[in-house]
Structures are given as C-alpha cells and as structure tokens.
C-alpha cells in the first residue's frame, strides 16, 4: 500500500516538474490532468484506517474526477474559444525554471524532513508533507513566472493540490462536508477563470497577461 | 578475480557487436535487412590493415587521441562490475575516478579535434563538451542516488562493484521508485555520452549537424580503428553500468547472473535502436533541456532517498 502511495506522490512531483519545463500549454494541461488523477487517489491511503473507509473512497472518487476531468476539460473548453497560437515568453525560461524546481524540492525536503515538522498523526509516508509544500512552492512559482493566463491558473491548481495534500495530511478528522466544500470552490473559481480567459482573449486577442496593463485609458 | 578478469574480456569481444544489435534493430524497423552482424569486426580489421595519414599541422596532442582515448575507457573497464561479481579493481570512491576516466577520454578526443585546426571539428568539440557537461551531474547524481540508496552507515565505503553486489531484487522491492528514476536518468546519459539520436546522429553526414563524428573527420586507418573501438566500447560501458546498478543480477547463483546482465546489456542497445528509429534528432537548443531534465529526474532519486530510508522503510 505504502509503495502504491509513494509511486502517487513521486507522480505528482514529476508532473510539476513537467509543468515546469514545459513551456507548451499542452504539456500543462495534460500533465495537470495526471497529477490530479495521482492527488485523487492519495485520500485512499491516507484516510484509509478506523471506518473512514466509505469517506476516503467517496472524496477519492470526487477528486478524480474534478482534478483530473473537469478542470482540464473547462479550461480546454475555454482554450478552443480564445485565439491562443503564439509562444509564451515568460519571465524565466524553461530550463532554468526546471533548475529552480529542482532547488524548489531540496527545499521542501529539507523543510518537510522526518521529525521536524511533526503533523498530528503519523503519516503512513515521510514523503507526505514535503511532497505537499513543494507543490505548493511550485504552484506559487509557476503563478509568478508565466504570463499566460492559462498557465496562471494551471499554476493556481497545483498550489491547491499542494494545499489539498497538506489538508490530508494535517485534518485527517475534518468533515467530509468541508473537503467537498473546498472541492466545489475551486471547480467555481476554474470556472470563473475560464470564463475570464475568454473574455481576456476577446478583448486582447491574446492570453498574456501583460497585455492587460493597456485597460489604463 | 577469475570472473572479473572473464567479464573484461567478455566486454573486450563484444562490444562491437552492440553497434551490430542497434543497427539491426534500426534495420527491422525500416523493413531491411541489416548489415552482417560481424560488420563491425570486418570494418576494424580492414581500417588497422591500412597506413594512417597525418597533416602537417598537427601535432603529437593529435597522434596521442585516439591512444588516451582507449586507454581510459580500458582503465574505466577495470572498474566496472558485472553479472554479479565485482570488478577486477575496486576501492571506495572508484565512481569518481569511473566518471572521470570517461572525462579523460573525452578530452583526449577533444585536444586532437582541436589540433587539427578545422573550424568543423573545432565546433564539435565545443558541441561535445558542452552535451557532456550537461550529462556529467545527471551521471553523478544518480550513482550518488544509488548509493546513499544501498549502502548504510556501517559500510567500509562505496565502489561500483559494491553497489552492484548490493543490487538484489530485495533492493527493487524496497526502492523500485528510486531506481526507476536514476534508471531513465542514466538512459538518458547513455544516449548523450555514446552520441545517438535524440542528441546526436551517427549516420549524418553533414558537418553542420554532427556532433561526435565531426571530430574524428581528419583520423584515418588505425587511429580511426582505435576510435570506432573506443566508441563502442563507451557504449558497452555505460550500457553495463545502467544495467550494473539497476538491474538486479545479484542473484547468487554464477551462471545466472551474467545470463541476466548480457540480456540487460542487449535489452539497452534494442532500446537505443528502437528510440533511434522512432525518434527525430531534438534540436541543439532542446538539448540542455532533455539533460537537465535527466539531471532532474536524478536530483529526485537522490532527494528520495535523503528523506532518511523513507522509501526503505
């Protein structure tokens, strides 16, 4: 069971890093809906114990198929709607965003390291919290750097995933109703995101960002 | 000793006969026939036949190549252990002095493109310097990986046989994740360092594109022998060293052991066929990016493992 939990989250960091060196919006798209497939299994193992089982399968089942399905076809529904053909010319390049993520998970692992942050119940994997908070740093890395709106909300969607991994991970005790609660924020805010991308794209005919600075006058 | 001594000779015969099972593999994909499997052999002996022809511009550092070429992959065959036994030679730390005789004969190589004074065959030295430092941290990442993998505290220290002694099945249970990952990282060196598609093409012949073979251009009868050897036996090497830290052939039982390493080392080179015939050469720019991704990938094997034995747990 373990190994099927750790195999998840090594997923989940080599999506990110991935979605890092990539600078095609397919890539993110593609890699995003695999990393959501590896998050929504992790309740399985972590809920698993003392009763919980019916919760973790239905939260496991929610989260398959909003991080995995919906998200990404929302945002591809969005996409094919938006004239998007030009390359992205972000802040920092792909190789040194690939050499930052790496810096980003010796961080994270050094941080998140066994016995120094303590959750409240021991994880069936040490690699739980570190995996979480590079996650989240990488989410937080890719919402700075890009300048595309479409990778702006792929780098927002793996910062919840990192948020989500640490919930589980700390709040093992928290209502179900809570977790679908947080579940259904995020498919409205991608939703709104969405819409926003294509009203973006009409208005600018193009996705960056920095275009928006011309809404001045 | 003794099968120490059997693999080194056994690494001596065969290595050619790599190149013979990439080109047939490369062949089966095109629908061809192939070139006879001893073609290797046959174009050796008909290039020591012949005399070498030296330019006048060139200097010993050019006649010296080909020579420190050989020599350090030889010396790098010394160290390397196979089917299950150690190496001829091993002492702790000899990863290191493996990764640099690679660089030595790297070097060797480059300061004879140099000599010759072609502007073509300075640009591939510059070119393979530049691909194998790309490829050196992802190399030694994953060794490193590997070892803080299988060895403890308590060890004497770590050499290349005594990773591969380690290398169990027991290991691959415990830490199929690691290995998996410094598995494609070192995969990926192995297509950057032997000079294959995706980062370089053997067969082109357009100086512009070449990479590895613009550099050997001006070499000619027994030196140019010595350097088709020499690649084929850097081929066999890190064929073996990915199959000597990865595979698990530490069975225990003699026989065995070689039986699953050649078929690991033969598995390599139908992969490096396969992915020559169905991949297109990357773009230089793209290069750095496949490399440090490699680099990526063996950056996590190690951070996995730094986690404490959290994967052996």
């Known amino acids: 069971m373990t190994h099927v939990l750790e195999g998840a989250l090594v997923g989940v960091i080599l999506t990110t890093l991935a979605m890092l060196g990539s600078m095609r919006w397919q890539v993110g798209l593609r890699a995003m809906a695999v990393q959501g497939f590896m998050i929504g299994l992790v309740p399985l193992f972590l809920l698993g114990e003392d009763g919980g089982f019916t919760r973790a399968v239905v939260l496991a089942a929610f989260s398959i198929t909003a991080k995995a399905f919906v998200y990404p076809w929302l945002l591809l529904r969005a996409l094919r709607q938006t004239p998007l053909r030009e390359e992205e010319t972000p802040l920092i390049g792909a190789s040194p965003s690939l050499l930052s993520g790496v810096a980003i998970l010796a961080l994270a692992f050094w941080i998140g390291r066994a016995g120094h942050l303590e959750p409240p119940q021991p994880l069936p994997s040490p690699l739980v919290l570190p995996v979480a908070l590079f996650t989240m740093l990488a989410g937080l890395f890719i919402i700075c750097t890009r300048n595309r709106a479409l990778s702006q909300v792929v780098g927002y969607l793996v910062l919840e995933n990192g948020v989500y991994l640490v919930g589980l991970a700390i709040a093992q005790e928290s209502p179900l109703l809570i977790e679908m609660g947080s579940l259904l924020d995020v498919l409205f805010a991608v939703l709104v995101m969405g819409v926003a991308i294509f009203h973006i794209g009409r208005t600018f005919d193009s996705i960056e960002v920095d275009q928006l600075s011309t809404l001045k006058d | ?313």
């Not at chain 2, 006649?63 to 790098?76: C, N």
């Not at chain 2, 139908?270 to 992915?275: I, Y």
Request: proline content about 5%; charged content about 10%; aromatic content about 6%.
């Open chain 2, 1 to 313: 000793m003794i099968p120490g001594l059997i693999h080194l000779i056994l690494g001596l015969a065969a290595a050619p006969l790599l190149l013979s099972v990439i080109n047939r593999t490369k062949a089966l994909f095109a629908g061809r026939v192939g070139q006879p499997w001893l073609q290797p052999y046959h174009d050796l002996a008909k290039l020591l036949r012949k005399g070498a022809v030296y330019s006048t511009t060139t200097t010993w550092v050019f006649r010296a190549g080909p020579m420190v070429s050989l020599a350090a992959l030889l010396a790098a065959l010394f160290l390397l252990p196979f089917g299950g036994t150690g190496a001829v030679l091993s002492f702790q730390g000899d990863l290191l002095v493996f990764v640099y005789l690679l660089g030595t004969a790297r070097l060797a190589l480059v300061l004879a493109a140099m000599d010759t004074g072609s502007p073509f065959e300075g640009m591939g030295a510059s070119r393979e310097v530049w691909v194998s430092a790309l490829a050196e941290p992802a190399l030694l990442l994953g060794l490193a990986a590997v070892s803080r993998e299988v060895s403890s505290s308590s060890d004497p220290g770590v050499s290349l046989s005594y990773l591969h002694q380690q290398m169990t099945p027991a290991a691959w249970v415990n830490s199929g994740v690691v290995l998996s990952l410094v598995a494609v990282a070192l995969g990926v060196v192995l297509l950057a360092e032997a000079a294959r598609v995706p980062v370089d093409d053997p067969t082109t012949h357009l100086e512009l594109t070449m990479i590895h073979e613009v550099m050997i251009l001006d070499h000619g009868g027994p030196d140019y022998a010595f350097l088709l050897y020499a690649a084929a036996l850097k081929l066999w090497i890190l064929a073996a060293l990915i199959v000597g830290v990865v595979l698990p052939s530490a069975v225990g039982v003699p026989v065995l052991g070689e039986l699953i390493a050649l078929a690991g080392v033969t598995l390599v080179a139908v992969v490096v066929g396969v992915v020559e015939s169905i991949m297109a050469r990357l773009r230089l720019m793209r290069i750095p990016q496949l490399l440090i991704g490699a680099s990526s990938l063996a950056a996590l094997a190690f951070v996995l493992e730094r986690q404490g034995g959290g994967l052996l747990r």
